[in-house]
C-alpha cells in the first residue's frame, strides 16, 4: 500500500508540474510547427525542382517567403534555445550535404561538435 501510494503521489506531481509548465500546450505546437515547417520545405524543393516560367516564379516564390516569415514568427515566440537552433543548423546543414559557414565542416552525422554554429548542443 505504502509504495502504490508513493507512486501516486509521484504521478500527481509529475502531472501537475506538466500542466503548471504547459507541456501538452508545448508539445502540440511543435508537432504543429514540424509538420508546416515540412511542408514550406516541400514546397520550397518543389519550386526548385520545377520553375515556373517568367514572372510566375517570382511571385509564387514571394507567396512562399510570406508563408515561411509567418511560420518563423510563430516559431519565434516559442522561446526556443540557443542549443536547439545549432542542433537544427546541424540537421539542416546534414540533410543537404552543406558547408556549414563557421567551421568550414560538412556534417557526416548528428554528433555535436565544439562549432557554435552547428555543434555545441
Not at 500527481?12 to 501538452?24: I, N
Not at 516560367?53 to 514571394?62: L, N, P, S, T, V
Not at 514568427?73 to 543548423?89: F, H, N, V
Not at 546534414?94 to 552525422?109: I, L
Request: with cysteine.
Amino acid at each position: 500500500m505504502v509504495v502504490v501510494a508513493s507512486l501516486l503521489i509521484g504521478q500527481l506531481a509529475v502531472s501537475l508540474w506538466s500542466a503548471m509548465g504547459g507541456w501538452l500546450e508545448k508539445h502540440a505546437y511543435a508537432s504543429e510547427s514540424a509538420s508546416a515547417n515540412d511542408r514550406l520545405a516541400r514546397r520550397y524543393e518543389e519550386l526548385g525542382r520545377n520553375p515556373p516560367a517568367g514572372a510566375q516564379f517570382k511571385i509564387q516564390y514571394d507567396l512562399l517567403g510570406v508563408d515561411d516569415e509567418n511560420r518563423r514568427d510563430q516559431d519565434t515566440r516559442q522561446e526556443i534555445t540557443a542549443k536547439e537552433r545549432r542542433y537544427g543548423m546541424r540537421v539542416a546543414l546534414h540533410r543537404f550535404d552543406a558547408v556549414c559557414t563557421t567551421c568550414d565542416e560538412k556534417p557526416k552525422s548528428l554528433k555535436p561538435t565544439d562549432c557554435d554554429t552547428c555543434g555545441n548542443f
